[in-house]
């Protein structure tokens, strides 16, 4: 009995045994697995703080980024409107300065329009007490049926075909550059011309005897290129006129190039060739006339294509040389 019970423990010693080795191995794995998460939860915390962090710096630089674009959209928009208002600033001054100007040529022509009627007053006073012999008079009548004679011939020829096909040939010219504003202008030109030839045409029966200018005595000396003159009031009148009209007629050629980006030429112009608006054949030289019609058309284009008012100014809807550019182009020395 007693072998029983030591045969009886040694078999339960033998069944139990594996059995709780088993579990005391168990039981150290999970020591050993939760010992290592334990350590393994401080690592991932610590990574997922570095992740949080740099996130957050990401967010940070990128906040930054967009600040820095914004800041440098504003600085630019703000030097776009410091340069807007800095041209309106320049535009304004320009536009008072034109202003001032042509106040300023306003009020010389106005005096100059003063100083010329009262001077015509007194010259008009003199020739009620002065008049040129017969024997003058008939002189200056035949040197101007002679003028005219030469202008008619003139014009005439300007109506040959060839002198047709040359103004022909610069129309087209204008029209393949593109030149709009300047064909348009030169058109307009030629329509005056053909105008004024008609009136010259109509005029053939000019009354020589009571034209003043062929029994008024010499008021004005001047000078053209070294060799001295001497007209009456009503050349004298003429001359400014031929002037004025060159003025007028160059300020719309130089504002036409300016108008169709051309380059700046005058002399390219044919109302500048031809040089011959305004003149009837009467009282002075074509010649003479032409002269002083380019001195201000070569003014009047500078300022049309400047788009300025250095040399003249407009008024009453018409352009005109100031008087104190007048006065120093013709330089007329009074004879009284």
């Given at each position: 009995?007693?072998?029983?019970?030591?045969?009886?423990?040694?078999?339960?010693?033998?069944?139990?045994?594996?059995?709780?080795?088993?579990?005391?191995?168990?039981?150290?794995?999970?020591?050993?697995?939760?010992?290592?998460?334990?350590q393994a939860k401080p690592e991932?915390?610590?990574?997922?703080?570095?992740?949080?962090?740099?996130?957050?710096?990401?967010?940070?630089?990128?906040?930054?980024?967009?600040?820095?674009?914004?800041?440098?959209?504003?600085?630019?928009?703000?030097?776009?409107?410091?340069?807007?208002?800095?041209?309106?600033?320049?535009?304004?001054?320009?536009?008072?300065?034109?202003?001032?100007?042509?106040?300023?040529?306003?009020?010389?022509?106005?005096?100059?329009?003063?100083?010329?009627?009262?001077?015509?007053?007194?010259?008009?006073?003199?020739?009620?007490?002065?008049?040129?012999?017969?024997?003058?008079?008939?002189?200056?009548?035949?040197?101007?049926?002679?003028?005219?004679?030469?202008?008619?011939?003139?014009?005439?020829?300007?109506?040959?075909?060839?002198?047709?096909?040359?103004?022909?040939?610069?129309?087209?010219?204008?029209?393949?550059?593109?030149?709009?504003?300047?064909?348009?202008?030169?058109?307009?030109?030629?329509?005056?011309?053909?105008?004024?030839?008609?009136?010259?045409?109509?005029?053939?029966?000019?009354?020589?005897?009571?034209?003043?200018?062929?029994?008024?005595?010499?008021?004005?000396?001047?000078?053209?290129?070294?060799s001295y003159y001497e007209t009456?009031?009503?050349?004298?009148?003429?001359?400014?006129?031929?002037?004025?009209?060159?003025?007028?007629?160059?300020?719309?050629?130089?504002?036409?190039?300016?108008?169709?980006?051309?380059?700046?030429?005058?002399?390219?112009?044919?109302?500048?060739?031809?040089?011959?608006?305004?003149?009837?054949?009467?009282?002075?030289?074509?010649?003479?006339?032409?002269?002083?019609?380019?001195?201000?058309?070569?003014?009047?284009?500078?300022?049309?294509?400047?788009?300025?008012?250095?040399?003249?100014?407009?008024?009453?809807?018409?352009?005109?040389?100031?008087?104190?550019?007048?006065?120093?182009?013709?330089?007329?020395?009074?004879?009284?």
């Amino acid at each position: 009995m007693k072998r029983f019970g030591v045969v009886s423990t040694v078999v339960l010693f033998c069944l139990v045994g594996p059995i709780a080795l088993a579990y005391a191995q168990q039981d150290q794995q999970e020591e050993k697995q939760t010992k290592h998460e334990e350590q393994a939860k401080p690592e991932k915390q610590k990574n997922g703080h570095q992740e949080q962090d740099q996130n957050r710096q990401q967010q940070q630089r990128a906040q930054q980024q967009e600040q820095d674009q914004n800041r440098g959209q504003q600085q630019r928009v703000q030097q776009q409107q410091q340069d807007q208002n800095k041209q309106q600033r320049v535009q304004q001054q320009q536009q008072d300065q034109n202003r001032q100007q042509q106040q300023v040529g306003r009020q010389q022509q106005e005096q100059q329009d003063l100083n010329r009627q009262r001077q015509q007053q007194g010259v008009q006073a003199q020739q009620q007490q002065e008049r040129l012999s017969q024997q003058r008079q008939q002189q200056l009548i035949e040197q101007q049926q002679q003028r005219i004679a030469q202008y008619r011939q003139h014009l005439d020829q300007q109506q040959q075909q060839q002198q047709r096909q040359a103004v022909q040939q610069q129309t087209a010219m204008l029209r393949e550059q593109n030149r709009a504003s300047q064909y348009r202008f030169q058109e307009e030109y030629l329509e005056r011309m053909r105008q004024q030839q008609v009136r010259l045409d109509n005029d053939r029966d000019h009354d020589y005897n009571r034209d003043p200018y062929f029994y008024t005595a010499p008021t004005y000396r001047y000078n053209r290129s070294g060799s001295y003159y001497e007209t009456n009031q009503y050349g004298a009148d003429l001359l400014r006129r031929s002037v004025n009209y060159g003025y007028e007629e160059g300020f719309h050629t130089g504002e036409a190039d300016r108008q169709d980006r051309w380059r700046s030429d005058y002399r390219d112009s044919y109302a500048y060739q031809d040089a011959n608006y305004g003149y009837t054949g009467y009282y002075v030289d074509q010649d003479e006339y032409n002269y002083y019609f380019r001195q201000g058309f070569s003014r009047g284009y500078e300022d049309g294509f400047s788009s300025r008012s250095q040399y003249g100014s407009y008024s009453n809807g018409s352009y005109s040389v100031l008087g104190a550019i007048l006065g120093q182009i013709l330089n007329f020395q009074s004879l009284r």
